[in-house]
């Protein structure tokens, strides 16, 4: 399976952008997928998932700006990124959780490239 991730960008504080993540490469469709960041000097943190079902999970510091949604392709997810704080800023990487096994009950997960997303004061 492989991530293609896309639409990092520099953007002024209180502006948007959108990212977008396609899985390749399996016949499944996801478990969960979502974005993670990494600020500098910052460990990797959750900003949002979602299920295959449409539940979402974000990060309290995100909530209310960010919004993640599936797109019409299979295996396409979208985080739209609203009223963007310097803060927000990092290397925002794709993440999927496909099912495996004889019984599709695993899962394996899986990353993509990180994207930037930079933002001016």
């Known amino acids: 399976v492989q991530l293609q991730a896309s639409g990092g960008g520099l953007v002024q504080a209180g502006g948007s952008l959108r990212l977008s993540c396609a899985a390749s490469?399996?016949?499944?469709?996801?478990?969960?997928m979502g974005w993670y960041r990494r600020a500098p000097g910052k460990q990797r943190e959750l900003v949002a998932t979602i299920t295959s079902r449409g539940n979402t999970d974000f990060a309290d510091s995100v909530k209310g700006r960010f919004t993640i949604s599936r797109g019409t392709a299979k295996n396409t997810v979208y985080l739209q990124m609203n009223s963007l704080k310097p803060e927000d800023a990092g290397v925002y990487y794709c993440?999927?959780?496909?099912?495996?096994?004889?019984?599709?009950?695993?899962?394996?997960?899986?990353w993509g490239q990180g994207t930037q997303v930079t933002v001016s004061s």
């Open positions: 993440n999927a959780r496909f099912p495996t096994g004889p019984l599709l009950s695993e899962s394996l997960e899986y």
């Open positions: 490469g399996t016949i499944f469709g996801f478990n969960v």
